[in-house]
């Protein structure tokens, strides 16, 4: 289902997200990265196979109650076609409820839900042109919009492409060919969308190829049939485009840079910092730029955005630049929780100067290139009513920014937790190796796209109003001395800069945080996050396996399951100098149960000293709890074989966990 950006339609906020990183640590991502070309480094988001022009939304069976995300996409073949970007399956991949989307081993391979051969009334078999899919659930059904071709070669390919409609009782069918809309000119690049308030349906599409110039349409179909269309199609007027863009080719006799590849979205502008009330309708689309300022002249993702849904829309900016290994890009959007993720393909660099893939055959003694385009995603994030720019990096959606939430730092110059010591009195220094009240900060998002941060232990804000940059918590209100940007590392640290830019970091003698002179020895600026807040599962070290509140809460903590379900949840409660864990299968809190000289079980209301537990940072990023009670660290007895219980007194293999953030 596409994200409306609104609560009242649809139920699509039902679907919480939480993205963790390597290590089972909860890291987090820079709310701002410096634009960035080139192919993208990290690994493809569908292991399975070459995935394109993907489609990402929450989506739901309702005859089985499953419900997740899906993943449409085209597939190139990597073999020679007709026309560039040979392709004749869609592909749908599906992501359980709690799942890790970062991780592709999560993904379901559906397999292929349509195939070429369904087109065989109206497509030439070997036409290879099944490009860019929509999918949308409409009236009950599930309905599977993709575009294919007539006539696949030149010059008909470029004029005949029509958009087929299938449909089907489940997200991943079978789906059945039931017509293609009466359109009757060239139309690609489907996107299905529902108006939030009034629950009307649009088809948006390309109008056009490169070679002609194509452009945005949206045709209004019948609630009763969407087969069917209502009015017909209307070309999309995106002022400020080509003042942009240029007109490059064929596009200067239209006025404006050729644009293909669109979605549409509605967002409350509560959600975009558009203002406290209304919502704006909000155009994805590829566009391709003139080069100069934007290297690579292949498709950039901009947006627009319109008060009307038939515009005229006002062009807003870049979301992602161009690749500098492939032609071509497209993206959607969906929306998990607190984060919105941008799905986009990217392709392969082959050592020839055409982005269109990789000569691998000819005919008609023209070269054929066949691309090997491949999915990925990346956190997507709103600033003051836009979006901001967004690059390609090696960790993407896996590196998602935790925009709310308590968090404690870990130097890695110092090998030691950041503390607000003395109550926030003194300086922030990483000299500590547990997380106490003292270590705890709450991030506070901030309409400059930076985030302030407010300490537990006297609720208020980190600032740098002090001598030589030094960091305290002693500020009552937010400015610019108060706001810092996350610089997302590919090593999985984080750096901390100031409102200037600076890096923060810790002096050589004393630990001491600030953005220090040049001149000033200090230590490396790099930094280990984790989230000390939301939804958790625990993985004991000595066995791999995950901790069970077992009989759903009725018996002992264990740590004996390979995957996480009902009874393995456990959401975080932070009390002074101290942290609950409350079991999501029962509501009930866990305790070191008899002074500790039981073992653990979630069978408490309320938290109390049975219930807290100080958590260690130890140096291999593990953690390990010693309890309040008794001042005993919580081991797995028996190497994991038998029950959690707090009665070691110090750290060993048996006493490591790592934190996984999960739903």
Known sequence: MKFSGTTGRGGVLGLVLALIAAMGCFVLAPIAVAPALADTTEPSLIKYRNASDPEIETCSDPSSSWSGLCLYTSNDLGSPGPWYYPMDKTYLYTLNNGADPSNPDNWVDRGAVLNESAYSSWVPSGAKHMWAPSHGRYGGKDYLFVPDVTDPTSPGVSTTSRIGISSAD???????????????????????????????????????????????????????????????????????????????????????????????????????????????????????????????????????????????????????????????????????????????????????????GCTNGTINGGFVRAPMRTAHAACLNFHNGGIQRIARTSNGFARCIHTKGTIALRSRGSGAVVSAANYGNNDLTANRQWVGGWEKFEMIPQPSGNF??????????????????????????????????????????????????????PDLDQNILGSWDPKTPIKSPDFDVVVMDGTIALRARINNSIVTAESGGASPLIANRSTIGAWEKFDVTNIPDYTAFRAQINSMYVCADNWGNNPLIANRSTAGDWESFLPYWNADGSFSFQAKVNSMYVTAESGGAASLIANRTSIGPWEKFDIIQVI
């Open 452 to 505: 302030a941060l407010r300490a537990h232990v006297n609720s208020k804000f980190v600032s740098e109003n002090h001598g030589l940059g030094r960091l305290r918590a002693d500020a009552t209100t937010i400015g610019p001395l108060e706001q810092f940007s996350f610089e997302f590392r590919d090593d999985g640290s984080v750096r901390l800069h100031d409102f200037t830019d600076s890096l923060i970091k």
């Open 170 to 356: 489940h997200p991943w069918g079978p789906y059945t060919y039931q017509k293609t809309y009466a359109i009757g000119t060239y139309a690609s690049d489907p996107d299905f969308f529902v108006d939030p308030v009034n629950n009307n349906p649009y088809m948006v599409y390309a109008n056009g190829d490169y070679g002609n110039c194509g452009g945005i349409s949206i045709a209004p179909l019948q609630t009763a049939d969407i087969t069917q269309l209502g009015t017909g199609p209307t070309e999309l007027i995106i002022n400020g485009a080509k003042d942009w863009f240029g007109a490059v080719g064929n596009c200067a006799a239209k006025n404006r840079p050729y644009i293909e590849g669109a979605s549409l979205y509605s967002f409350d502008n509560a959600i975009t910092g558009a203002g406290t009330s209304g919502r704006k309708f909000w155009l994805v689309m590829a566009v391709k730029p003139d080069g100069g300022f934007y290297g690579a002249n292949n498709e950039v993702i901009a947006y627009a955005t319109a008060d009307n849904i038939l515009g005229p829309y006002t062009y807003k900016g870049i979301i992602m630049d161009s690749s500098t290994t492939e032609w071509t890009n497209q993206a959607s959007i969906a929306k998990f929780g607190d984060h919105f993720i941008l799905a986009y393909h990217d392709g392969t660099a082959c050592g020839d100067s055409d982005p269109r």
